[in-house]
Every structure is written in structure tokens, then in C-alpha cells.
């Protein structure tokens, strides 16, 4: 027995899932003075077997016919094997266990990203040439017919036209939605965390929300038009001076809420629920009533969350097409106006672009401005959620100052 | 400015479990209190129903009368609020306020009441109150630093800075010093010392080492079993509680044979 080689048996040196001590000890040469090293991979190791995956994958695809994906799954698959043989033969097995696992995690990471990446990529590369056409988001439809397209399309003529009737329309739709459900929202959930005491009411409001979650948005859009028809119906009998026709922003507004509100009750209460109640405590035993000490405390304390769960809840619904059509409808002009006439919204004007062509000939013009606003919407989305983070971090509780 | 406390078949209830039962005691105005006993015998309970903030929890009642200089706070009439601004607490974790500076959480108990006051006498506030809870010198450089940014002793003495500032008739603590090092704990005791010039003491306390450091007189609380009431063994100067008590549980609960 070598004098580096341990006298009493201890849990590394007995047989274990690194497999027996005794195949480490033979390799352990004159340099190696230590009992704890074991053999280990040089860093280069990992790129060069990536390189030489990357190498045989290509070969492999190209044995059957060449295409990114093939050459993609090949080295993916290359990859993770080589690595697995390399640290089991230089290593052991256990390191080579853990490497293959940790492969496959990043693996799943990369086929996870990748839808993502690729449809920023397709609408950015598509969408962008009708971005830059010169008063994209200064014009709107008014005036755009099949001959301009169909001029376009065959003399190369720029494309005219764009979203700013569609935009506005989106923008305005999408407050009155917050502002809508926002309040709303925010106190049933004030209502759940500070008041319920788990009562009957608040497990009824809680189910209820949790149905609402789970509301075809169609159907919120279908309520939306219904209820406002109702209001108007109830509100002419009475002899006000209320518009005839349901069709309006405020209507798609009332629309979006139903599907909003429940995403709002569901983050802010959440946010509310993880104030610590120490705090709540505190403010009651300075003699602070329950409702500053909600205002003053709670939601001060939760405040970045809160935002956050609202502008995420926002990113939510200005995606939303089908409520809309059916509730605000679509027109080709500029409408200001929430509670009069017909308004357009962005994910309506993508759908109506595509669907209806204003020349049906001739749809590469529309076909462009649908895509740019389609890359329009989803910077809209990324800008709320970026703006999200920021909230959440400039209204976080300042956690040390020393 | 400082009331005694004197409380009459004082019976406390969690829903329909009865935590602590008959209470019977009187807190001299101008002392220190030291609550001592076993863990779930209702010390902390009874404490916090000195200022009515045991019925901040769902189902928690109480029942009897606690008289404060004379005057019932279970009273029908009586709003809570009141009751609390006249007999601060200090909890066993220290707990300013995340969102606030170290001069906001002192002045809290005016801001969120909504108070207005000007910057001078603010100022005036401020100091007194960290004065008093000797911690001004280590924060008056930074007051406008977030409190939560203090090491934890300073932070349960600025939570004592916030409960004087509003100028209450008594100071509960429960367990102040659990969660501190010897040193902070060291200065929160000489600041017991202090406040009880002014302020009607009452602490709670795992440590009956500083029950005998701090107190002038001592009660004892011991429960008979678990789901059994708590009940108040024994009340008397804290000398006498500690060397010649009169009840045989007394006597084996501070001599360490068991608890």
C-alpha cells in the first residue's frame, strides 16, 4: 500500500458511483501530491469537441441532403455523446453523468430560445422594409385603393399608407382598458388579502377570477359588444344623448377589461400577500388606521410588483384581435374619438391586411404593411416589458444603504 | 405621561381556544415589567392584548376588563387606533419600514397618520426620538439612507426611536433583544433603563437573566399542558421572584429544572 493511499477505508475511497478508487489511484504519478485531484479535462476540451460535432454533423447532413436543422440535430446529438465517452474514459463516470446532464439541460435551453429567436428574426427581417417606408407612422388608410397597390406592386412605386389610425386606436383602447381595470382589479385583490378573513366571499371571488382567467377571448369580445348594447339600449329609453351604435373604442375597452382584470387580481394579489405582515403590525401599533396602513405600507412595499404585474397584464391584451373586431370594428381613417365610431387596432389592421388585401390582386403592399406593424407590435410588447423591469427595479424597497 | 396598567379576569381567546385565562395584575406607571415562562404559555398573547393588537388576528377576542389609569380599553366605544397610539410596541423582529429613510421611519407614526408638521419641528422629532433611543450619533450623518440598510441592533433601536416619537404612555417589547448580538443587546437593556424615567415598561423575555437585569418586578406565566389555558403563576418583585419565590413551579422554572 502506497503511503498516499488512505489506511482506513472513508466513503471516497470505497467503491462508489465515481466508481472504485482503486482504477484513480495507478494514474496518480509523482506530480499529483495530493489525495483529492483527480484527473481533469483541459479547457480547450469543450470547444474542440463542439468544433469536430460541428465538423461530423455537416458531413453527416450532407450525407443525406444539407439543411440547418439536419446539421443542427447532428452536432446537437455528436455533441453530447462525445463529451459523455471523453470524461468517462479521462475522468470518471460520475463527472460524465453529470456533463451529459447539464448537456441536455443547455440543449433543451437552446430548443426552448429558439421559436423566439426565430420570430423576432422572420418578422424583423420581413417587416422591416414597411417600416422604413417613409410616413409609415405618420398616414393612414384614407385614400389607399387597389390601383395605388397595384401601381406599386408592378412600377415599384413606394408604398403608401400606414398604422397611424391604427396605433392611436390601439394606444386609446389599451388606457381605457388599464384604466378600466386597474382600479378594479386592484381593490378586489386589496379586498382578498386585507379584508376577507378566507370568508365564503372571498373563496367565491377567488373562483370566479379563476374561471374569468380562462374566458375565450372572442367571448369577452361578444359580452363586451352585448353589454354596451344593453347600456345604450337602458341609457336612450331614458332619453340621453348616447350614440345608437355599440361599435366603439370604449366598447373594446370594456372587452379587454374582462380579460384583464383577472391577470391584475391575480399579480397584485400576490404582490400584497408577500408583504411581510410584521409591517402591517408595525404601522398598527404607531395608532395607524387599517386603510393608511394599506395605503401608506402595503402598497408602497409592493408597489414595483404591482406595476409590474399591470404592464405585463397590458403586453397581454394589446395583442388581442378577436374582442376588438367584433366590439371597435375597423375603419381606414384616424378616430380620436373612444366614444364615437369605429376604431381601429393594430392587431386588427395585421389580420385585415392579411384577410382582406385592399387590392386582391395585388397583396404585396399589404401584405408589407401588415408585417411591419406586426414588427411594430411586438416592439410595443418588449418596450412594456422591458418598462415593466424598470418599474420593478426603480420602485423597489431599498434594500441596504450602508 | 405614563399610565399604570391593571387588568380584571382577564380571559383571552383564540376563536374558541382560550390561550390565556384569569389575569389578574397591576403594572405600577413608571417601571419595568418582565414577562418570563416557558414558550406557548401566552406571555407574548397577553402582551399584545395591551394594546388591543391581539384582535388584529381573524377569530381573536378577549374578554375582562384592562384598565389604563382607571379607564377600560375593552370598553364598548373604544377605538382601537386610540388605544394603540397611547401604548407603543416593539416587536421581536426588527421591522422599519423597507420603503422608507431612517428619518421617515422615525417620524412614521405622524407621516402615515397624515400629520403635518413642519421641517423644524420634524427635525426637533427626529432627534428627540433617536436621542432617546441612543442611536443618534451612529445615524445622524446619514438619515436619509434607507432604515433597513442599519445592522440589526441599530435597527430594533430605531423601531424603539419610531414607537417613542409619537410620545405613547407605555412601551410593550416583545422580545426585543432575540434577535441581537450581546452588544446590541447590552445597549437596548441601558435603554429599558432610560425609557422607564418616562414610560410604563412592559417586556416579554426567553432570557431571565435580563429579566432580573432590566425589571422591577416579574411575572411568571406557565401552561399546565398542551391546549391547556395559560395562566399567570406568579407576580411580585423581581428579587423576590428570583430568590425566594413563593410558587414550587416558580421556583423550578428560574432555578432551570425545567421550561
Redesign the interface.
Known sequence: MSPTEPKTPTPASVEGPAGPAGQRSPKRGPGRGSSLTQNTMPWWIGPVVLAAAAVLGAALSSLITFSLALWFIFTAVLYVLISYVITRLRVNRRKATDGFWRNLVYLAFIIALLPLVSVIWSVTSVGLPGLLEPGFFASDMQGIDGSIDQQSQEEGTPVLGGIRHALIGSLLITIAATLISVPIGLMTSIYLVEYS??GTLARAITFFVDVMTGIPSIVAGLFGGAAMAWFLSVGSSMGLPLPSRSTMGITAAIALSVLMIPVVVRTTEEMLRVV?N????????????KW??IL??VI??AISGIAAGVTLAIARVIGETAPILVTAGFVVSTNWNLVQGWMTALPVYIFRQFQNPTSPNFSDPSHQRAWAAALVLILIVMLLNLTARIIAKVFA?????? | MSKHIETRDLNVYYGEFLAVEGVNISIAARSVTAFIGPSGCGKTTFLRTL?R?HE?L?GARVEGELLLDGENIYGTGVDP??V???V??V?Q?P?P???M?IRENVL??Y????ARMSKSQADDVVEEALMGANLWNEVKE?LD??????SGGQQQRL?IA??IA?KPDVILMDEPCSALDPISTLAIEDLIHELKQEYTVVIVTHNMQQAARVSEKTAFFNIAGTGKPGKMIEYDETATIFNNPNNEQTERYVSGKFG
Open positions: 378573513r378566507g411581510p410584521e409591517l402591517r403590525e408595525a404601522s398598527y401599533a404607531l395608532g395607524v388606521r393608511r396602513t401608506k405600507v408602497p412595499t424597497p431599498k434594500k441596504t444603504g450602508r | 394594546n393588537m388584529v381573524p387606533v386610540t394603540r397610539s397611547m407603543g410596541m416587536f423582529r421591522n419600514f423597507p420603503t429613510s412614521a407614526g407621516k402615515l397618520n397624515g446619514r439612507k434607507p432604515g433597513s440598510g442599519l423601531c419610531r414607537t409619537v
